[in-house]
DNA sequence: TATTGTTATACTCTATAACTATA
DNA sequence: TATAGTTATAGAGTATAACAATA
Protein backbone atom coordinates (compact mmCIF):
# COMPACT_ATOMS: atom_id res chain seq x y z
CA UNK A 1 0.00 0.00 0.00
CA UNK A 2 1.00 3.48 -0.92
CA UNK A 3 2.01 6.05 1.49
CA UNK A 4 -1.26 7.72 2.00
CA UNK A 5 0.32 11.14 2.23
CA UNK A 6 1.51 11.14 -1.17
CA UNK A 7 -2.12 10.16 -2.45
CA UNK A 8 -3.99 13.39 -0.39
CA UNK A 9 -4.71 15.94 -2.99
CA UNK A 10 -2.96 19.37 -3.05
CA UNK A 11 -5.35 21.72 -0.68
CA UNK A 12 -6.74 24.78 -2.20
CA UNK A 13 -4.40 28.07 -2.27
CA UNK A 14 -7.26 29.55 0.23
CA UNK A 15 -6.90 26.57 2.66
CA UNK A 16 -3.39 26.38 2.55
CA UNK A 17 -1.86 28.39 5.68
CA UNK A 18 1.44 29.98 3.88
CA UNK A 19 -0.54 31.23 1.06
CA UNK A 20 -3.55 32.86 3.53
CA UNK A 21 -1.74 34.10 5.79
CA UNK A 22 0.66 36.35 2.95
CA UNK A 23 -2.68 37.13 1.46
CA UNK A 24 -4.60 38.21 4.80
CA UNK A 25 -1.18 39.69 5.65
CA UNK A 26 -1.39 41.64 1.97
CA UNK A 27 -4.80 42.91 2.51
CA UNK A 28 -4.58 44.26 6.01
CA UNK A 29 -0.98 45.68 4.79
CA UNK A 30 -2.38 47.96 1.75
CA UNK A 31 -3.55 50.91 4.24
CA UNK A 32 -0.77 50.73 6.67
CA UNK A 33 1.83 50.76 3.72
CA UNK A 34 0.04 54.30 2.31
CA UNK A 35 0.54 55.40 6.25
CA UNK A 36 4.41 54.51 6.19
CA UNK A 37 4.67 55.87 2.94
CA UNK A 38 3.76 59.29 3.79
CA UNK A 39 5.72 59.18 6.92
CA UNK A 40 8.66 58.23 4.84
CA UNK A 41 9.40 55.11 7.38
CA UNK A 42 9.84 51.75 5.50
CA UNK A 43 8.16 48.70 7.09
CA UNK A 44 11.10 46.85 8.55
CA UNK A 45 11.49 50.63 10.59
CA UNK A 46 8.25 50.41 11.51
CA UNK A 47 8.33 46.84 13.28
CA UNK A 48 11.70 48.18 14.97
CA UNK A 49 9.81 50.83 16.63
CA UNK A 50 7.27 48.82 16.78
CA UNK A 51 9.03 46.09 18.82
CA UNK A 52 11.83 48.41 20.87
CA UNK A 53 8.38 50.19 22.50
CA UNK A 54 6.97 47.25 23.50
CA UNK A 55 10.15 45.68 24.75
CA UNK A 56 12.16 48.29 25.90
CA UNK A 57 16.02 47.73 25.48
CA UNK A 58 17.23 44.48 24.06
CA UNK A 59 20.28 42.71 21.77
CA UNK A 60 20.40 42.95 18.07
CA UNK A 61 19.42 39.27 18.12
CA UNK A 62 16.40 39.65 20.20
CA UNK A 63 15.06 42.47 17.86
CA UNK A 64 15.85 40.57 14.64
CA UNK A 65 13.77 37.36 16.20
CA UNK A 66 10.81 40.18 16.95
CA UNK A 67 10.57 41.77 13.66
CA UNK A 68 11.40 38.91 11.13
CA UNK A 69 14.39 40.75 10.05
CA UNK A 70 17.72 39.31 9.56
CA UNK A 71 20.71 39.86 11.11
CA UNK A 72 22.54 41.37 7.84
CA UNK A 73 19.63 43.59 7.15
CA UNK A 74 18.95 44.65 10.54
CA UNK A 75 22.66 45.66 10.57
CA UNK A 76 22.01 48.21 7.43
CA UNK A 77 18.58 49.03 9.01
CA UNK A 78 20.04 50.40 12.63
CA UNK A 79 23.05 51.68 11.57
CA UNK A 80 20.44 54.41 9.14
CA UNK A 81 18.26 54.58 12.54
CA UNK A 82 21.17 55.76 14.55
CA UNK A 83 22.05 58.04 12.34
CA UNK A 84 18.69 59.52 12.29
CA UNK A 85 18.53 59.33 15.70
CA UNK A 86 15.54 56.85 16.28
CA UNK A 87 17.65 54.52 18.10
CA UNK A 88 20.41 54.35 19.99
CA UNK A 89 22.40 51.26 21.23
CA UNK A 90 25.35 50.28 23.84
CA UNK A 91 27.90 47.61 23.77
CA UNK A 92 26.46 45.52 27.04
CA UNK A 93 29.17 45.70 29.24
CA UNK A 94 28.54 41.84 30.69
CA UNK A 95 29.42 40.77 27.42
CA UNK A 96 30.69 42.90 24.87
CA UNK A 97 29.50 41.03 22.30
CA UNK A 98 25.90 42.15 22.44
CA UNK A 99 24.95 45.14 20.75
CA UNK A 100 21.73 46.69 23.28
CA UNK A 101 19.26 48.77 21.26
CA UNK A 102 16.94 51.37 22.99
CA UNK A 103 14.29 53.49 20.85
CA UNK A 104 14.82 57.47 21.44
CA UNK A 105 12.56 60.38 22.18
CA UNK A 106 12.35 61.26 18.63
CA UNK A 107 11.92 57.45 17.34
CA UNK A 108 8.95 57.28 19.65
CA UNK A 109 7.58 60.55 18.07
CA UNK A 110 7.70 58.60 14.52
CA UNK A 111 5.17 56.47 16.55
CA UNK A 112 2.82 58.38 18.52
CA UNK A 113 2.91 61.21 15.26
CA UNK A 114 1.15 57.95 13.06
CA UNK A 115 -0.98 56.26 16.15
CA UNK A 116 -3.87 58.00 15.22
CA UNK A 117 -3.94 57.23 11.98
CA UNK A 118 -2.79 53.35 12.66
CA UNK A 119 -5.97 53.26 14.63
CA UNK A 120 -8.23 54.51 12.49
CA UNK A 121 -7.04 52.00 10.09
CA UNK A 122 -7.47 49.61 12.87
CA UNK A 123 -10.84 50.50 13.72
CA UNK A 124 -11.92 50.00 9.82
CA UNK A 125 -10.67 46.79 9.86
CA UNK A 126 -12.56 46.13 13.30
CA UNK A 127 -15.82 47.85 11.60
CA UNK A 128 -15.81 45.35 8.80
CA UNK A 129 -14.58 42.44 10.46
CA UNK A 130 -15.63 42.65 14.12
CA UNK A 131 -13.89 42.99 17.58
CA UNK A 132 -14.90 39.51 18.10
CA UNK A 133 -13.49 37.56 15.30
CA UNK A 134 -9.88 40.13 15.04
CA UNK A 135 -9.34 39.00 18.66
CA UNK A 136 -10.04 35.22 17.88
CA UNK A 137 -7.71 35.60 14.81
CA UNK A 138 -4.94 37.01 16.58
CA UNK A 139 -5.73 34.68 19.60
CA UNK A 140 -5.08 31.85 17.16
CA UNK A 141 -2.01 33.33 15.61
CA UNK A 142 -0.21 33.86 18.88
CA UNK A 143 -0.85 30.26 19.68
CA UNK A 144 0.36 29.26 16.32
CA UNK A 145 3.54 30.82 17.75
CA UNK A 146 3.60 29.18 20.99
CA UNK A 147 3.80 25.74 19.31
CA UNK B 1 -11.68 67.36 23.49
CA UNK B 2 -8.49 65.57 21.74
CA UNK B 3 -9.53 63.12 19.14
CA UNK B 4 -9.62 59.89 21.33
CA UNK B 5 -7.98 57.77 18.32
CA UNK B 6 -4.98 59.73 19.26
CA UNK B 7 -4.79 59.02 22.88
CA UNK B 8 -4.97 55.02 22.85
CA UNK B 9 -1.91 53.02 23.53
CA UNK B 10 -0.26 51.25 20.41
CA UNK B 11 -1.26 47.76 21.01
CA UNK B 12 1.26 44.98 21.44
CA UNK B 13 2.81 43.23 18.45
CA UNK B 14 1.56 40.17 18.90
CA UNK B 15 -1.55 41.84 18.85
CA UNK B 16 -0.96 43.80 15.78
CA UNK B 17 -2.65 41.83 13.05
CA UNK B 18 0.32 43.04 10.21
CA UNK B 19 2.95 41.45 12.60
CA UNK B 20 1.34 38.99 14.49
CA UNK B 21 0.35 37.62 10.41
CA UNK B 22 3.75 37.96 9.35
CA UNK B 23 5.48 36.23 12.59
CA UNK B 24 3.20 32.97 11.84
CA UNK B 25 3.93 32.69 8.39
CA UNK B 26 7.64 32.85 9.04
CA UNK B 27 6.96 30.17 11.68
CA UNK B 28 4.68 27.93 9.65
CA UNK B 29 7.18 28.56 6.29
CA UNK B 30 10.42 27.55 8.16
CA UNK B 31 10.05 23.78 6.96
CA UNK B 32 8.81 24.89 3.65
CA UNK B 33 11.52 26.74 3.11
CA UNK B 34 13.49 23.87 4.06
CA UNK B 35 11.59 21.61 1.28
CA UNK B 36 11.62 24.04 -1.21
CA UNK B 37 15.29 24.53 -0.98
CA UNK B 38 16.21 20.99 -1.85
CA UNK B 39 13.50 20.75 -4.64
CA UNK B 40 15.26 23.92 -6.10
CA UNK B 41 12.20 26.67 -6.36
CA UNK B 42 11.71 29.70 -4.83
CA UNK B 43 8.33 30.12 -2.66
CA UNK B 44 7.35 32.77 -5.90
CA UNK B 45 7.54 29.68 -8.09
CA UNK B 46 5.71 27.34 -5.64
CA UNK B 47 2.95 29.94 -5.32
CA UNK B 48 2.37 30.43 -9.36
CA UNK B 49 2.28 26.22 -9.36
CA UNK B 50 -0.10 26.05 -6.64
CA UNK B 51 -2.45 29.25 -8.26
CA UNK B 52 -1.79 27.86 -11.39
CA UNK B 53 -2.87 24.30 -10.43
CA UNK B 54 -5.89 25.66 -8.73
CA UNK B 55 -6.95 28.01 -11.24
CA UNK B 56 -6.56 26.50 -14.59
CA UNK B 57 -5.65 28.69 -17.30
CA UNK B 58 -5.55 32.49 -16.08
CA UNK B 59 -4.33 35.68 -17.31
CA UNK B 60 -1.03 37.39 -15.97
CA UNK B 61 -3.21 39.78 -13.60
CA UNK B 62 -4.84 37.17 -12.03
CA UNK B 63 -1.32 35.27 -11.49
CA UNK B 64 -0.18 38.18 -9.97
CA UNK B 65 -3.49 38.51 -7.65
CA UNK B 66 -3.24 34.93 -6.73
CA UNK B 67 0.25 34.69 -5.75
CA UNK B 68 1.01 38.38 -4.35
CA UNK B 69 3.44 38.75 -6.54
CA UNK B 70 3.53 42.37 -8.66
CA UNK B 71 4.02 42.12 -12.34
CA UNK B 72 7.20 43.51 -12.94
CA UNK B 73 8.26 40.52 -10.99
CA UNK B 74 5.91 38.14 -12.64
CA UNK B 75 7.27 38.92 -15.59
CA UNK B 76 10.54 38.45 -14.86
CA UNK B 77 9.65 34.41 -13.18
CA UNK B 78 7.24 33.50 -16.17
CA UNK B 79 9.89 34.07 -18.48
CA UNK B 80 12.55 31.68 -16.30
CA UNK B 81 9.24 29.02 -15.78
CA UNK B 82 8.18 29.18 -19.65
CA UNK B 83 11.84 28.63 -19.98
CA UNK B 84 12.22 25.52 -17.52
CA UNK B 85 9.09 24.59 -19.50
CA UNK B 86 6.60 24.65 -16.21
CA UNK B 87 4.20 26.98 -17.28
CA UNK B 88 3.20 27.69 -21.12
CA UNK B 89 1.35 30.65 -21.83
CA UNK B 90 -0.53 31.60 -24.88
CA UNK B 91 -2.16 35.31 -26.28
CA UNK B 92 -5.53 35.81 -25.35
CA UNK B 93 -7.23 35.30 -28.59
CA UNK B 94 -10.76 37.09 -27.37
CA UNK B 95 -8.25 40.30 -26.27
CA UNK B 96 -4.65 40.23 -27.68
CA UNK B 97 -3.37 42.30 -24.65
CA UNK B 98 -3.87 39.63 -22.38
CA UNK B 99 -1.67 36.95 -21.23
CA UNK B 100 -3.04 33.42 -20.44
CA UNK B 101 -1.07 31.09 -18.29
CA UNK B 102 -1.16 27.57 -17.47
CA UNK B 103 0.75 25.35 -15.46
CA UNK B 104 2.51 22.20 -17.76
CA UNK B 105 2.74 18.34 -16.66
CA UNK B 106 6.66 19.47 -16.09
CA UNK B 107 5.32 21.77 -13.38
CA UNK B 108 2.72 19.48 -12.73
CA UNK B 109 5.41 17.12 -11.79
CA UNK B 110 7.26 19.26 -8.99
CA UNK B 111 4.05 19.83 -6.92
CA UNK B 112 3.07 16.08 -6.98
CA UNK B 113 7.13 15.14 -6.31
CA UNK B 114 6.80 17.57 -3.28
CA UNK B 115 2.75 16.62 -2.62
CA UNK B 116 4.20 13.76 -0.01
CA UNK B 117 6.61 15.98 1.95
CA UNK B 118 3.91 19.17 1.91
CA UNK B 119 1.58 16.76 3.63
CA UNK B 120 4.00 15.95 6.10
CA UNK B 121 4.49 19.56 7.23
CA UNK B 122 1.09 19.76 7.11
CA UNK B 123 0.40 17.32 9.26
CA UNK B 124 2.90 18.44 12.13
CA UNK B 125 1.35 21.60 11.81
CA UNK B 126 -1.96 19.84 12.73
CA UNK B 127 -0.64 17.59 15.37
CA UNK B 128 0.61 20.59 17.09
CA UNK B 129 -2.22 23.10 17.01
CA UNK B 130 -5.05 20.36 16.53
CA UNK B 131 -7.26 20.61 12.87
CA UNK B 132 -9.96 22.73 14.77
CA UNK B 133 -7.96 25.41 15.51
CA UNK B 134 -6.25 25.49 11.92
CA UNK B 135 -9.91 25.55 10.38
CA UNK B 136 -11.03 27.83 12.33
CA UNK B 137 -7.70 30.20 11.53
CA UNK B 138 -8.35 29.69 8.03
CA UNK B 139 -12.10 30.70 7.98
CA UNK B 140 -10.94 33.45 9.70
CA UNK B 141 -8.22 34.56 6.83
CA UNK B 142 -10.61 33.70 4.59
CA UNK B 143 -13.27 36.29 5.45
CA UNK B 144 -10.37 38.42 5.80
CA UNK B 145 -10.00 38.52 2.30
CA UNK B 146 -13.68 38.74 1.46
CA UNK B 147 -14.04 41.96 2.77
C1' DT C 1 -8.18 57.24 -23.77
C1' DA C 2 -7.73 53.14 -20.93
C1' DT C 3 -5.73 48.68 -20.05
C1' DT C 4 -2.27 44.62 -20.21
C1' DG C 5 2.00 43.50 -19.92
C1' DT C 6 7.16 44.78 -20.48
C1' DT C 7 11.14 47.33 -19.53
C1' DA C 8 14.22 50.30 -16.92
C1' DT C 9 15.86 52.25 -12.76
C1' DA C 10 17.04 52.55 -8.13
C1' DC C 11 16.52 50.65 -3.86
C1' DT C 12 15.95 47.06 -0.50
C1' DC C 13 15.82 42.48 1.30
C1' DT C 14 17.58 37.76 1.40
C1' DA C 15 20.75 33.93 1.85
C1' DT C 16 25.13 32.54 2.52
C1' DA C 17 29.53 32.52 4.02
C1' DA C 18 33.62 34.62 5.68
C1' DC C 19 35.26 37.52 9.14
C1' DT C 20 36.17 40.13 13.80
C1' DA C 21 35.79 40.44 18.50
C1' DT C 22 34.53 38.43 22.56
C1' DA C 23 33.28 34.61 25.57
C1' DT D 1 35.43 26.35 20.25
C1' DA D 2 31.20 28.89 20.22
C1' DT D 3 28.55 33.12 19.80
C1' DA D 4 27.14 38.16 18.44
C1' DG D 5 27.39 41.02 15.10
C1' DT D 6 29.52 42.84 10.58
C1' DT D 7 30.78 42.63 5.93
C1' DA D 8 30.74 41.00 1.20
C1' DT D 9 28.52 39.00 -2.59
C1' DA D 10 25.06 37.45 -5.62
C1' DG D 11 20.43 36.97 -6.51
C1' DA D 12 15.88 38.38 -6.37
C1' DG D 13 12.06 41.32 -4.84
C1' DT D 14 9.79 45.98 -4.75
C1' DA D 15 8.03 50.50 -6.32
C1' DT D 16 7.61 53.55 -9.78
C1' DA D 17 7.28 55.30 -14.07
C1' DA D 18 7.70 55.11 -18.93
C1' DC D 19 6.58 52.43 -22.78
C1' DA D 20 4.35 49.30 -26.65
C1' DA D 21 0.52 46.99 -28.20
C1' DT D 22 -4.19 46.50 -28.08
C1' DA D 23 -8.87 47.73 -26.85
Known sequence: MPDPTSQRPIPKTSRALPIALLRARE??????RDMLQDAGI???KWRVLRSLEECGQI???AVSRETCVSMPSLTRILRAMERDGHIARKIDPLDKRRSL???TAKGRAILTANAA???KIY??????????????LLDLLEEL???
Chains 1, 2 share one sequence.
Not at 27 to 32: H, L, Q, R, S, Y
Open 27 to 32: TVMAPI
Open 42 to 44: SEQ
Open 59 to 61: EQS
Open 101 to 103: IRI
Open 117 to 119: HAN
Open 123 to 136: DDLEARLGREKINK
Open 145 to 147: QRH
